[in-house]
Nanobody, 126 residues
Framework: QVQLVESGGGLVQAGGSLRLSCAAS????????MGWFRQAPGKEREFVAA????????SYTDSVKGRFTISRDNAKNTVYLQMNSLKPEDTAVYYC???????????????????WGQGTQVTVSS
């Protein structure tokens, strides 16, 4: 059974940093692209960042470029999201997800991910 467990969320002041982690089990982690998505109250879930199976290719939504960094450690079956220079508009529940296909390209499309974590709350105060 595939499980994705996020951690590292919390309350931080604007300009601060957080690092989210997502520990995966039940799948050959090193074969799958991973993504981070977020959902703010009253809004649809949106793509944040993705990384391919080897970690050599990453993709970001425009609003986080230069502030967030996605990375992975295949030996630890974990994907990370380092978030710097946080803004109140980054407040959301953050979800990690695993792509449905092995060795796929990075994609911002939520429908291409078929395993999801339970989410971790990130709140940025102004």
């Amino acid at each position: 059974q595939v499980q994705l467990v996020e951690s590292g969320g919390g309350l931080v002041q604007a300009g601060g940093s957080l690092r989210l982690s997502c520990a995966a089990s039940g799948l050959t982690f090193s074969a799958y692209a991973m993504g981070w998505f977020r959902q703010a109250p009253g809004k649809e879930r949106e793509f944040v960042a993705a990384i391919n199976w080897s970690g050599s290719i990453t993709s970001y939504t425009d609003s986080v470029k230069g502030r967030f960094t996605i990375s992975r450690d295949n030996a630890k079956n974990t994907v990370y999201l380092q978030m710097n220079s946080l803004k109140p508009e980054d407040t959301a529940v953050y979800y990690c997800a695993a792509n449905r296909n092995r060795y796929s390209k990075v994609t911002p499309t939520a429908g291409e991910y078929n395993y999801w974590g339970q989410g971790t709350q990130v709140t940025v105060s102004s």
